[in-house]
């Protein structure tokens, strides 16, 4: 194959890029061994205008690491390096960034994936490149399709694994929900299988060596320092009645197997908190102990539980550290450590009253868990300790900055069960910062990502009148001065791609292409009165000033 002259076009919907690979394969020109590189556009998006492809290829498979590249569309020439493997290497990872230009300034598209490469002639590596600050559709990258989620899924979890790859557990195709109170349908519904993204291929498959021992929704994964990923509580079934578990099970992406842990946690929990600490293990705080009937109040007392218990990664035990008040119990709540080890703990549901007259509230406390060297202290009486707006279904986003750290908590549902547009910041002491821009759009269920050019992204949702259908995303660009957080106005993004939105949707920022993935989530069916789950994903690729 001929390497010259392969730019003549530069709208194509395809992009190939002829490499050389020599050493390992005998060759002493890229005739008859060929390594390319073809950079396929996602689904919807066309690039346009490009004139500069900058290209970084590193990874411990080459014999020599040619580093930056680039090909200029306007010379139509270009001087591409020989890619040369080393055949003794016993990992062979080679890593794609690429780059693509307007005005040979602009950075407009980022593509990157990581690939374990044989050295066999007229290999083709495809790197998925989308264009910067918009939405996309996940794209199959053999067939340049749409690649969707093999089942309809919310209530799920998605998390990203250390080789690149996200891993999707759990979940349900339906649910029925009515402030705050969940009721599922059938354990038929529930996610028993393991779901793999692998970002060479593009495609999202059922993993055929692993599943739950127990299919469960509502719970939390959370990665731990090995790379396993730790999933516990939720709701499962329990002869065809559902009720919150307390199992443990563990994925482990090296072997690609899950186990069920012999020791539970110490409560059965849904609807929960779990947060890994700086040493590795992890806190679980709150949720609910048992599935809660809508119709009969009375029997929701005493169903939150108030142990807080500590996962540890070594021992593969939960032990409990402490419990809450009663008074300040709570589900549907968010949990952020800082770097001191202390958990903050906003919002949230609880029930005051007896048997006779519980009722629904939520909390306006904001909670400080601390680990010391005298154990764990619970500090309830931060100052600004009362929120302006109790709330939960909202979020919780880490800012740092030094040794400065704040959690801004962004919307939620209020105690009329409405859309909250409230921002506000609690810093690393327990000080609540208050601030008068507001949410453009009020929005319960959604997600809010810290982008790398101080800004949150706000996307999906749910609104007034279970409008689940929030096109539009929002950006809220902040600024950092020595110890003080100053939020800006936040302005109206891109809209989403998925026409019925996205509420509880699972995102993630993929470790290599540095994309957030927008995984599922549900929309409301009016017909049916439920939530039904979605399968289709979604990314947005944040801006870049500078190749990284």
């Known amino acids: 194959m001929d390497c010259a002259g392969l730019f003549e076009n530069m709208n194509v919907s395809r992009w190939l890029i002829c490499l050389c690979l020599l050493g390992a394969l005998g060759l002493s020109s890229c005739v008859a061994g060929d390594l390319s590189i073809e950079l396929v556009p996602s689904v919807g998006q066309t690039l346009t205008n490009v004139d500069l492809l900058t290209f970084k290829v590193t990874g411990p498979g080459l014999q020599e690491e040619p580093g930056t590249f680039d090909v200029n569309f306007s010379s139509g020439t270009a001087t591409l390096p020989q890619l040369i493997l080393d055949k003794n290497a016993t990992d062979k990872r080679i890593s794609v960034r690429a780059f693509a230009y307007r005005n040979s300034e602009r950075i407009v598209a980022i593509g990157a994936t990581d690939y374990t490469i044989r050295p066999e002639a007229g290999q083709v590596l495809r790197v998925l490149i989308s264009q910067t600050e918009k939405f996309g559709w996940l794209t199959d990258l053999d ?8 089942y309809e899924l919310v209530g799920h979890q998605a998390v990203p694994l250390n080789d690149g790859r996200v891993l999707l557990v759990g979940g349900t195709i339906y649910f029925r929900e009515d402030k705050g109170i969940f009721t599922l349908r059938s354990v038929d519904d529930l996610l028993r299988q ?4 692998d970002p060479q291929t593009g495609r999202i498959n059922v993993d055929s060596n692993a599943q739950l021992s127990t299919p469960r929704v509502f719970h939390t994964a959370t990665v731990l320092d090995d790379g396993r990923v730790l999933i516990a509580g939720g709701i499962g079934y329990f002869n065809k009645t559902p009720a919150p578990i307390g199992t443990v099970e563990i994925y482990d992406p090296k072997t690609g197997t899950i186990e069920s842990q012999n020791t539970p946690l110490q409560k059965p929990r849904a609807f929960h908190t779990a947060t890994k600490m700086p040493d590795g293990s992890v806190v679980f705080v709150g949720g609910l102990g048992n599935v809660l009937n809508p119709n009969d109040s009375k029997s929701w007392t005493g169903q939150l539980v108030l142990t807080i218990e500590q996962y540890n990664t070594e021992s593969n035990q939960s032990i409990k550290v402490t419990d809450l008040k009663s008074e300040n119990g709570r589900f549907l709540h968010r949990a952020t450590a800082f770097s001191n080890n202390t958990i903050l703990i906003t919002g949230g549901m609880q029930f005051v009253g007896d048997n006779n007259s519980a009722k629904r509230e ?18 309830t009486t931060l100052e600004g300790n009362t929120s302006s707006t109790p709330r939960y279904d909202h979020t919780s986003t880490l800012i740092k900055d030094g040794d400065n750290e704040w959690v801004v908590v962004t919307g939620g549902r209020d105690t009329d069960d409405q859309p909250v547009d409230v921002v506000e910041a609690w810093s690393r002491d327990g000080k609540l910062v208050s601030f008068s821009k507001k949410l453009n759009t009020p929005r319960y269920g959604h997600t809010a990502v810290l982008l790398p050019n101080n800004q949150l992204l706000i996307a999906g949702g749910m609104t007034k009148d279970r ?12 600024t950092i001065s020595g110890s ?10 891109n809209d989403i791609l998925e026409e019925n939105g996205r509420y509880r949707t699972q995102v993630v920022l993929h470790p290599h292409s540095k994309r957030l993935m927008y995984f599922g989530g549900g929309y409301f069916l009016e017909k049916s009165g439920a939530f039904v789950g979605l399968r289709s994903v979604e990314f947005f690729t944040p801006a870049m000033t500078e190749e990284p």
Request: glycine share 4%; net charge positive; hydrophobic share 35%.
């Open 484 to 493: 003080t957080l100053t939020l800006k106005t936040p302005v109206t993004n």
């Open 467 to 478: 409008n689940t259908r929030i096109k539009p995303s929002e950006l809220i660009p902040f």
């Open 194 to 197: 393991i779901l793999i993204y």
């Open 143 to 150: 067939s340049s399709k749409k690649s969707e989620l093999p």
């Open 362 to 379: 939520l909390t306006q406390k904001s909670l400080l868990i601390q680990k010391g060297s005298q154990g764990w202290r619970i500090t």
